[in-house]
């Protein structure tokens, strides 16, 4: 079946700090590949999205390359806020099972990530 | 525009009761889902509907029970509280064209104790 993995949290980094959150996937095919960001006492909301191999999805100054060779979707940002701190999840959707039908948009996501950026 | 919301935002539970979290979307979008969020676990698909009257069965569909009679709500039921449902319940809708389903957009959620 499909899975997501990702790093080890929690995260806790400076202001302008680099950040890297590892994702790793498993699914057959080309899944679309997604980072939502979860603010506290929020909802998901979507933060960047790439939906084939080599593309680099990015918003707000984060990033992430699907990189098919690796089955890696590592998001990125060159210099954290403290208001990016949140919990990251990466997801997947998977193609359908069959040619001509669809995955009805089922997410599999990982299992989160917090991240906490201190001034 | 409201997008998504969930009521309640809160709820204690004690074993055996039953109660409905409801769910309603003002975006005309014809996929709904819910999910559920426990400590440390990433999101897991409870059940999920792609129109009125159409539902089924996610990853972890035990213990609740779903309906969809309009395009706006999709209430999720839960019969029978047990602890193993002590969670962070999340609803999210999405348009479709198709058959491609686009962004997902997630309600704030419900932080369901039962005990």
């Known amino acids: 079946g499909n899975s997501v993995t990702q790093m080890e949290g929690p995260v806790t980094l400076s202001e302008e700090a680099f950040l890297t959150i590892n994702c790793t996937y498993t699914a057959t095919g080309y899944p679309s590949l997604f980072w939502y960001v979860q603010y506290p006492g929020e909802g998901l909301q979507l933060l960047l999205k790439a939906t084939k191999a080599d593309d680099k999805g990015s918003n707000k100054g984060f990033e992430a390359t699907y990189r098919k060779e690796t089955t890696s979707f590592h998001l990125e940002k060159g210099s954290v806020q403290v208001s990016d701190s949140a919990v990251y999840f990466c997801?997947?959707?998977?193609?359908?099972?069959?040619?001509?039908?669809?995955?009805?948009?089922?997410?599999?996501f990982g299992q989160g990530t917090i991240l906490t950026v201190h001034p | 525009n409201a997008g998504v919301t969930q009521t309640p935002k809160f709820r204690i539970l004690k074993i055996g009761q039953s109660m409905t979290l409801q769910c309603t979307q003002d975006?005309?979008?014809?996929?709904m889902y819910w999910y559920r969020q426990d400590p440390g676990m990433g999101l897991k698909l409870i059940y999920y509907?792609?129109?009125?009257?159409?539902?089924d069965k996610g990853e972890v569909p035990n213990g609740y029970n779903v309906s969809r009679s309009t395009t706006e709500d999709f209430p999720l039921r839960l019969e029978l509280a047990a602890p193993s449902q002590t969670s962070v319940y999340f609803c999210a809708s999405s348009s479709q064209r198709g058959g491609v389903s686009y962004e997902q957009y997630f309600g704030p959620g419900t932080r369901l104790t039962v005990t």
């Open positions: 509907s792609v129109g009125a009257g159409i539902t």
């Open positions: 997801a997947l959707r998977a193609l359908p099972s069959r040619a001509g039908g669809t995955s009805y948009g089922k997410l599999t």
């Open positions: 975006m005309n979008h014809n996929y």
